[in-house]
């Protein structure tokens, strides 16, 4: 702490606040067991992080779906390969699009709350009191978020990209005509369990949802308890999230694929 | 305490619609149905060519998927590819001496195994082998066939010039060969718009071996394979006289635009017919 | 340190501060502060803003170590505490904070019966008489369903002073418990607080600025500034006591040791008139 005072230089801040999210995960982590004895705050963080994460995942994933369906359509119809539609779009979703774009939307929607939340709890000094309480505020407050979004990440994926496929048969089939066997039976031809479904959605959301949580609950946790802090907090989880998740996704492509 | 029942159900509620979805995506829009097996017995078969061919691509009898490529192999010192075919056990009635073809489903679609029926008495059984087999016909040997491939003639005897009018010359450019019976006999030197007739003017440079052609014969813009270049086809008439340098050719057939043809084509077909003959055959029969 | 670790429980004091000091980003909040707080009894902790009466109640919970100095709580000295140690204490210390700091997830009843939750297994049932039968103690037992958000100041107070005390702790620490009431208000938690002290048996640490109100319920001031105990005694032999900080404070005047000036340079300097310095 007193080496992120000392350091102006917007380098050096950074890395230290890598490093102090890191330490950060470790007590999370550490922590974790004992949130267990709280596993209702955990489902009630299921429930405020995910759940209501729906509406904002499932309305995005529909119009992603109706673009792609357009934007495919018009390219492919070059080539005479408008069949190809579903299979590109299911392709580009499933791999990419879906965990990036839902991990997005979830640090937009569910990881400012989570910083904005624990720092007006800090602000209010909720968690001094219950520290005061001998209630451990990790493991009653950050944990059980961290679970919450680790849990809801991988869901809201899935949900994200059933909408978006949804939305590209909207489109491209009810729309412009595209066959809907043909639309079905060349996505499910192309499409394969492990590399797009297991690699694709499951595992870069589940790792996009600890990365977001981790650093929403880490910013909430050590704001400056004003409001100019909380507000500064909310921001950096945005930006943060952000480039963590694309920088990622990069890695996880290379690794995965 | 009502409030905290609602979170669980909500939650609960959540939980299943994201596992659910999960559950769809991964069984009715993947080919996972293509990997469960049910039981199967192994065929072996050689092919010459495997072409794009990729493992756990469907082995289809009459169209209808009987099972799988289990593994493609080639042994050393061998030209022949090995592939193991898993089919399912409730076909089990396939003659010894059926033929299994490498296929292309559409035009660019994947290939696959077709086994066509032969009428011997003895079936197919585990590690049996299919021993007249089809290597992949590759699309573009195929359309080299009926274009007619060539590289430029050789001009050393020197090029005498001729010239054509077409209405559209498509993407023709100076440079593409001049073809007669498929075999390149000269280049395109220009092509031209004309701003008074305001159609092209092409000239094309004719080996001088070849001035044995008749000046009522007609030039057409070809398309050489499905995405491939285009060039300027003489097809010889019954006139007495012979073409000349400076010439004309009066008859002529402008470029057919092959990729509106290969769309209507790919967006009526449907996927499992095999079509690809069909467009350069119609091209091919005016050659 | 084991031997230092605990002193016979029969000490007078509940509370020992012994030579407190702590430096706080370059600026000493306690310069070797001494401090004794009686069992039973209520004692309120004094002093200009920003002498650090809050980080004391900090130190006495553990939620702040100092930089020396030993801070003695029921036989066992704080800083040496581990985690664990630390916990174990604190369920027996209730603290209102300045704010309330009431947990906004939770309705009133849910925050007076969170910290049974987290420790206790107890029957739904159990929990529920313990609850009403505090919230009635604050006189807020109507209150139970609603949410922190929709409480007034005052109700906020006396619903965090219920959760302070569900446990019947041996020490209960208020931070300003006074800020921001009406006149009711106030008297209702003064009140309370009184009547707390002599019912549950309990010992009571007030800090507060409100003269009047603490001249009513404290048994005992300490008057801290520059990080020292510069006065303490009974309420009414502290305020006529003569020396110069009670004067000021007491009295409320604007000058004094406490400067109505912050340091600064040279006023006729700063303001660019030549010789200003000379």
Known sequence: MNGRAASDNVVLRSLAQIGDCGLFLLTLLAAVPRSLRHARETVRQVWFIGALSLTIIMVCGLFVGMVLALQLYHVLSIFGGTAATGEVVALAVYRELGPVLTALLFAGRAGTSITAEIGLMRATDQLAAMEMMAVDPVAYVAAPRFLGGLIAMPLLACVFCATTLLGSHLVGVSWLGIDNGTFWSNMIAAVELRTDVVNGILWKSLVFGAVVSLIAVFQGYTTPPTSEGVAYATTRTVVASSIAILALDFVLTAFLM | MSQRKSYAVGTGLFIVLGFATLAYLATQTTSVANVRLGDTYTVDVEFANVGQLKERAPVKVAGVRVGQVKSIDLAPGKEAADVKLAIDKRFDKIPEDSVATIFTSGLLGDQYVGIEFGHARKMLADGGRLALTRPAQQLEEMLGKFFGAGGAADNLGGTYTVKARFSNVGALSAGAPVKMAGVAIGSVASVQADPVKLDAVVTLAIDRKYDQIPDDSAAAVFTSGLIGSQYVAIQPGGSPDMLKDGDELVLTQSAMQLEDLIGKFLVNGSPGEKKPGTSPDASAGKQ | ?278
């Open chain 3, 1 to 278: 340190m084991t031997d230092s670790a605990r002193t016979p429980s029969d000490d007078e004091a509940l509370v020992r501060v012994r030579g407190l000091t702590t430096v706080l980003s370059g600026k000493t909040i306690f310069d070797a502060l001494d401090l004794d707080i009686p069992r039973g009894r209520i004692t309120a902790i004094m002093g200009p803003s920003g002498t650090g009466k809050t980080t004391l109640l900090k130190h006495i919970t553990g939620q702040m170590r100092g930089d020396a100095g030993e801070v003695w709580v029921d036989g066992v000295n704080v800083p040496a505490l581990d985690r664990r140690q630390l916990f174990a204490l604190r369920e027996k210390i209730g603290y209102l904070f300045q704010n309330s700091a009431l947990l906004t997830d939770f309705d009133v009843f849910e925050n007076v019966a969170f910290p049974l939750r987290q420790h206790t297994d107890l029957p739904e049932e159990l929990i529920r008489n313990v609850v009403l039968t505090k919230l009635q103690a604050v006189g807020l037992r109507g209150a139970a369903g609603l949410m922190p958000s929709e409480l007034s100041g005052g109700m906020a107070r006396r619903v965090a002073l219920a959760r302070a005390i569900v446990f019947d702790p041996m020490l209960i620490l208020y931070d300003e418990p006074f800020v921001g009431l009406d006149p009711i208000a106030l008297n209702q938690v003064l009140k309370l607080i009184r009547t707390l002290n002599q019912t549950l048996g309990l010992t009571s640490v007030l800090v507060a600025h409100e003269l009047e109100a603490i001249k009513q319920v404290a048994d005992h001031i300490y008057l801290i500034a520059n990080g020292k105990v510069v006065a303490h005694g009974d309420p009414n032999a502290i305020a006529g006591d003569g020396s110069p900080w009670t004067r000021q404070f007491f009295g409320g005047e604007a000058d004094g040791p406490v400067p109505f000036q912050y340091p600064a340079g040279d006023y006729a300097q700063a303001l660019g008139f030549p010789g200003g310095a000379a």
